[in-house]
């Protein structure tokens, strides 16, 4: 089915990809949102989990919410982190689902995969994994997802319907979908809507 | 949307001022923007 997109979905990503590049190489740098530890403790984040974690885990942070803030994981899940970026949100999840759950990070964004994999492997977790992948087209089996998590990711395709419908996909019956993302109170003119350089500044 | 995508059971947290202070934070206040957290189901 063809759907009216507001926006051509690979021009989006590719804009898209050149934002976040920037936070994952150059996390310092001024941007139109917050980053890192300081904006982890607005969002309410408890401070022990994201204490615990290093730097390079939570320097490129970006979301907008706390996908944990209304549940937590329980031990043993298995979870997908979708635009799971630098990783601090799986790094939490596994803190969370402990050694007997996995969680799968999916990501476009090479520079972002890069660090989250170093990380990975800095702290020799064996069960948490990041794999190159679309929200539209993610690179996990039907059904193998307890939860499904992300923050900040889903407002930046183009697509919604086809990534909520790719999510349902992955998620077991039963199973939850948690995320983060923005909402606005007030509509957004119909112009603005098309114009792609507002969708990532 | 969700609920068109076949979820139920929709949860929704409180507001967060997201961008306060940060440097889009003009445009956040001008359409209301904040951040929100979601929770829903896959039917069984």
Not at chain 1, 29 to 47: M, P
Not at chain 1, 64 to 74: D, E, H, I
Request: net charge negative; hydrophobic share 45%; glycine share 12%.
């Amino acid at each position: 089915m063809t759907r009216d997109l507001l926006v051509d979905p690979e021009a989006l990503r590719e804009q898209v990809r050149d934002k976040y590049r920037e936070v994952a190489v150059d996390p310092g740098a001024s941007f139109h949102f917050h980053t890192g530890r300081s904006l982890a403790a607005r969002l309410g984040y408890a401070a022990a989990a994201s204490g615990a974690l290093p730097d390079r885990a939570v320097e490129s942070f970006a979301g907008v919410g706390n996908p944990f803030s209304l549940r937590s994981l329980a031990p043993g899940e298995k979870v997908v982190d979708v635009g799971s970026g630098a990783g601090f949100d799986s790094f939490i999840a596994v803190g969370q689902v402990g050694p007997d759950g996995y969680v799968v990070g999916v990501d476009m964004t090479p520079e972002m995969l890069a660090k989250s994999r170093q990380t990975a492997e800095a702290l020799g977790l064996a069960h948490v994994e990041f794999r190159r992948g679309l929200a539209e087209s993610l690179p996990v089996s039907d059904c193998w997802a307890d939860v499904v998590i992300s923050n900040g990711v889903i407002n930046l395709c183009s697509d919604k319907q086809a990534v909520f419908a790719e999510i349902f996909r992955v998620l077991r019956p039963g199973g939850l979908l948690q995320f983060a993302d923005i909402a606005n109170g007030r509509p957004v003119p119909a112009a603005a809507l098309r114009d792609i350089d507002l969708w990532t500044g | 949307m969700l609920q068109d995508s076949g979820f139920t059971d929709v949860m929704i947290g409180e507001p967060v001022d997201t961008f306060r202070g940060a440097g889009g934070e003009d445009k956040a206040r001008a359409f209301e923007v904040y951040g929100y957290a979601f929770v829903a189901r896959r039917p069984v």
